[in-house]
C-alpha cells in the first residue's frame, strides 16, 4: 500500500492549507484513514481520523474546530483542511491507512494501529 501526500508549506499564523493523501490500493472504502503530525524533538502525535465511508471523524482536542478532515472515496482521497494555523502546529503532517471491515471504528489515536503511512508533508506556521 502506498500513501502519497501533499499540500504542505509555509503559512503565516491565521492561515489555512489544505493537506491531501492518495492511496494507491484498492478499494479506498475498505480504510480508515488518519493524519498524525511530528515535530522535532517530539513523538508522533495524533491529530484526526476518518471511518471508511467518512461518517465519522475523531479529532485531537488541540485542532478541534480548526481542522477538518474529509475524504472522496471516488478519488481514494483523504484531506485535512487546516484553519486559524498556530506556529504550535507546525510538523511534519503524515497520513495513515488501515484496512477494517468495521465501518465505524473506533478512535485509534496510537501510529501502531495504522499499518501504512505516507512519507510526510512539512506543514511549517510563522508567528
Known amino acids: 500500500v502506498q500513501l502519497q501526500a501533499s499540500g504542505g508549506g509555509l503559512v503565516e499564523a491565521g492561515g489555512s492549507l489544505r493537506l491531501s493523501c492518495k492511496l494507491s490500493?484498492?478499494?479506498?472504502?475498505?480504510?480508515?484513514m488518519g493524519w498524525f503530525r511530528q515535530a522535532p524533538g517530539k513523538e508522533r502525535e495524533f491529530v484526526a481520523q476518518?471511518?471508511?465511508?467518512?461518517?465519522?471523524?475523531y479529532y485531537a482536542d488541540s485542532v478541534k474546530g480548526r481542522f477538518t478532515i474529509a475524504r472522496d472515496n471516488a478519488k481514494n482521497t483523504v484531506y485535512l483542511q487546516m484553519n486559524s494555523l498556530k506556529p504550535e502546529d507546525s510538523a511534519v503532517y503524515y497520513c495513515?491507512?488501515?484496512?477494517?471491515?468495521?465501518?465505524?471504528?473506533?478512535?485509534?489515536?496510537?501510529?501502531?494501529?495504522?499499518?501504512?503511512w505516507g512519507q510526510g508533508t512539512q506543514v511549517t506556521v510563522s508567528s
Open positions: 476518518i471511518s471508511r465511508n467518512g461518517g465519522v471523524t
Open positions: 490500493r484498492r478499494p479506498f472504502s475498505e480504510y480508515a
Open positions: 495513515a491507512a488501515k484496512r477494517t471491515i468495521v465501518t465505524d471504528i473506533s478512535v485509534m489515536m496510537s501510529a501502531n494501529e495504522y499499518a501504512s
